[in-house]
Each structure stands twice: as structure tokens, then as C-alpha cells.
């Protein structure tokens, strides 16, 4: 047991002298590292004179504001409300009239002038009364469904066809470009009222062909555009049909 014990010591002794040694030379690396300087120490050498001012302010740049973000319409008066819509209804019947690459039609869209052509064309085609025996031409909601119900189905299929503008750009884009017909149909009307016979038929067979042209063409000039290239026929045959009906119609109205 002594034999033991005192072999046991001196193999202590080695070991705690190894790890005396061990901490000593990593105290060295760390201090030959620079390890234990402070974690800001760059900082200490920075200094700041008295006569400058440290104050301030931070300020975030914003981008411009316009004025017709602050404005509104709850406030302002029902009659400035509508001559304004007045106003921007009969801008875009300028456009139709004179139908060129513009994009006024399509951003500033909406549905009261097509509304109001299409009440004018219905009531102006109205025949006889319901009960009647007699075939005088279509009714007052004929004409209101075929107009609408055209207007739906050529947006649709421009949709399908891959249109980038929306649904209710193409019915005011339409419906707007119908007013060339109604200004036909009134012509038409007048000119029944003094001849009846074959030369106001070649006359008002002139005048409809001259408008049916002219919605087709103001149609097309502005939905072309928003139509892929290879695509284009497929969209402004439909348009061509809807006009066509529409042509129809005013041209066989006998009051």
C-alpha cells in the first residue's frame, strides 16, 4: 500500500504541472492576439471638439405629394359633382367623334354615357305597343338587351383572348363608341319624315354605312392596342358583328 501511494504521487505532480503549462501558453496566444482588448477600443481614439455642435435633426424624404391626393368630392356641392361628370362624359364622346391612339377613354372609364346612348337608340327603335298586330320593329327592352348583352359577350371574349384592359374599360370603350349610330338613327328619322321613298332609302343606307364604319373604327383604335399581335382579328371581328346588328336595325326601322 505505501509502494502505492507513493508511486501515485509523482504521477500527480505531472499532471497538474501539464495543465499549469497548458493555461500559461494560452494566456500567451490570447495576449499575442490582442484577444482581450476592449470590444470598442477603436472608439477610446475618437474625439470630439467642443465648438462642434452634436445637435440635429433626421429627417425622411417623402415623395411628392400631390394635390389630388387631399382632394375629395364628399364635401363640394351636387351641382359642381355633375358638371363635372358632365364634363367628362362629353370629353370622351370628343374622343369617339374623333377616334384616335389615347388612353383618356380607357383610364378615366365609366358607364353613364353608355347608359344614356343606349336608352336614346332603345326608345328612338321602339315599335308599336306590345299588344299590337301589326310588326313595327323591336321593343323598348329588345334593344337595351342586344346592345348589353353584345357589349358582354365582345368583352369576354377579349378577356379570353388575352386583353390587358379590364372588364368595365371595354363596356365604356363600347358603349361610348355606339354614339356614331345614334347619330345616324337621327338622321334616319329625319329623313323618313321627308322622303320615305328609294332616294331616302339610298340616303339613309349611305349615312348608316358611313357610321357603322366610323364605331368600328373608333372601337378598334382604341382595344387594339391591349390585344396580343397574333390575336387582333379574332377581337375586332365580334366588334365588327356587334356594329352590324346594331346598323341593322336602324336601317329596317320603318316608324
Not at 26 to 48: C, M, N, Q, Y
Amino acid at each position: 500500500m505505501t509502494r502505492g501511494s507513493s508511486a501515485g504521487s509523482p504521477r500527480r505532480y505531472t499532471l497538474h504541472s501539464g495543465r499549469a503549462e497548458m493555461a500559461a501558453a494560452e494566456e500567451a496566444a490570447v495576449a499575442a492576439d490582442g484577444a482581450t482588448k476592449p470590444l470598442f477600443a477603436g472608439l477610446a481614439d475618437i474625439s470630439i471638439s467642443e465648438d462642434i455642435p452634436v445637435e440635429g435633426e433626421i429627417t425622411v424624404p417623402v415623395g411628392s405629394h400631390s394635390p389630388d391626393e387631399d382632394y375629395s368630392t364628399l364635401d363640394e356641392p351636387v351641382k359642381d359633382t355633375v358638371m363635372r361628370d358632365l364634363k367628362a362624359v362629353g370629353k370622351k364622346f370628343i374622343h369617339v367623334m374623333y377616334p384616335k391612339k389615347s388612353s383618356a377613354l380607357l383610364r378615366d372609364w365609366d358607364l353613364w354615357g353608355p347608359l344614356v346612348l343606349c336608352v336614346l337608340l332603345a326608345l328612338m327603335l321602339q315599335g308599336g305597343a306590345a299588344d299590337s298586330t301589326e310588326d313595327r320593329g323591336p321593343q323598348f327592352a329588345e334593344v337595351f338587351v342586344i346592345i348589353w348583352f353584345g357589349a358582354v359577350v365582345i368583352t369576354l371574349n377579349s378577356k379570353l383572348l388575352g386583353g390587358t384592359i379590364s372588364f368595365f374599360q371595354s363596356l365604356c370603350v363600347l358603349g361610348y363608341c355606339v354614339l356614331p349610330l345614334t347619330v345616324a338613327l337621327l338622321v334616319c328619322r329625319l329623313v323618313l319624315l321627308a322622303n320615305s321613298d328609294t332616294p331616302g332609302f339610298i340616303v339613309r343606307l349611305l349615312v348608316v354605312m358611313a357610321m357603322f364604319g366610323w364605331s368600328t373604327l373608333a372601337s378598334t383604335a382604341f382595344l387594339a392596342d391591349s390585344q396580343p399581335p397574333n390575336r387582333k382579328a379574332l377581337v375586332v371581328y365580334p366588334i365588327f358583328l356587334f356594329y352590324f346588328v346594331i346598323s341593322w336595325m336602324i336601317l329596317t326601322f320603318t316608324p
